[in-house]
């Protein structure tokens, strides 16, 4: 499976970016896609995953009620769409995809699938 992240940008504090990541190659209906980010000294921090189905949707307790993950399974292609911008947003952002468990478990164990980070700079 490849996957290849887009969207990332430098926006202010309480603004909007989308994110887009396209799965391409073996991919298969019981799959789980999501996002994680990387602060610059900081460890990988899981950020939200849905299903296949574009159903069950999964966040961090720090992004709830901002971003809004959903999934266009005609483009096999999930998105991440992120309100309320805060300079703790501030990361590169990694799509991940896994063949396996649900949206939750991506939250705890490592997927098996990720593509290239995006950056995402929110300044205060």
């Known amino acids: 499976v490849q996957l290849q992240a887009s969207g990332g940008g430098l926006v202010q504090a309480g603004g909007s970016l989308r994110l887009s990541c396209a799965a391409s190659?073996?991919?298969?209906?019981?799959?789980?896609m999501g996002w994680f980010r990387q602060a610059t000294g900081k460890e990988r921090e899981f950020v939200a995953a849905?299903?296949?189905?574009?159903?069950?949707?999964y966040y961090a307790d720090s992004v709830k009620g901002r971003f809004t993950i959903s999934r266009d399974n005609a483009e096999n292609t999930v998105y991440l769409q992120m309100n309320s911008l805060k300079s703790e947003d501030t990361a590169v952002y990694f799509c991940?995809?896994?063949?396996?468990?649900?949206?939750?478990?991506?939250?705890?164990?490592?997927?098996?699938?990720w593509g290239q980070g995006t950056l995402v700079t929110v300044s205060s």
């Open positions: 849905i299903r296949s189905s574009g159903t069950s949707p």
């Open positions: 190659g073996r991919t298969t209906g019981g799959s789980n």
């Open positions: 991940a995809y896994s063949d396996w468990g649900s949206p939750r478990t991506m939250a705890t164990v490592v997927p098996e699938h």
